[in-house]
């Protein structure tokens, strides 16, 4: 038995999906109320969005997310700390910091990584978000974060 390498992957994405992947990183580092509008620049009119609070399709849908966002907590900023490119796909590594409103001073940092497929205009098709809302989020409130601890202890093997 030889060992012959895998056949290569060929892409019917042109352009470059890693400069689509750092435009959209730069979106979100410098996402502001005032910017949302640019989302149609980047994303496809059918964007899918999902992370543990939201599944919508469409850029108003997607649009009302991020302006909830704004509305709910204070100092929202994303930081990307690594971009990893495939085929269609990218996968960003960040961390969001904010302060939840009514918490004054209770810095918040939740570190999770999106899952980003483009189509071939190199538009953003879908965004999936992957992070533990469990222990970055849950965990921390009153009252369920106790519960959340309590459930987590008991599942634990340490």
Request: charged share 25%.
């Amino acid at each position: 038995m030889t060992d012959t390498p895998p056949p290569a992957v060929t892409s019917d994405v042109p352009g470059d999906v890693s400069g689509a992947a750092r435009r959209w990183a730069t979106f979100f580092e410098t996402l502001t109320p005032d910017r949302l509008d640019d989302l149609t620049r980047h994303c496809h009119s059918d964007i899918r969005f999902k992370d543990p609070f939201n599944d919508v399709i469409g850029i108003q849908r997607v649009r009302r997310v991020f302006e909830h966002m704004f509305e709910t907590v204070d100092r929202p900023v994303f930081t990307v700390t690594d971009i990893a490119v495939s085929d269609r796909t990218a996968y960003l590594r960040w961390h969001f910091s904010f302060l939840p409103k009514g918490r004054e001073g209770e810095n918040w940092t939740i570190t999770g990584v999106s899952e980003v497929l483009f189509d071939r205009d190199l538009l953003v098709v879908s965004h999936l978000d992957h992070w533990d809302a469990g222990e970055q989020f849950y965990a921390r409130l009153p009252l369920v974060g106790w519960l959340v601890r309590f459930v987590r202890s008991k599942l634990s093997s340490a």
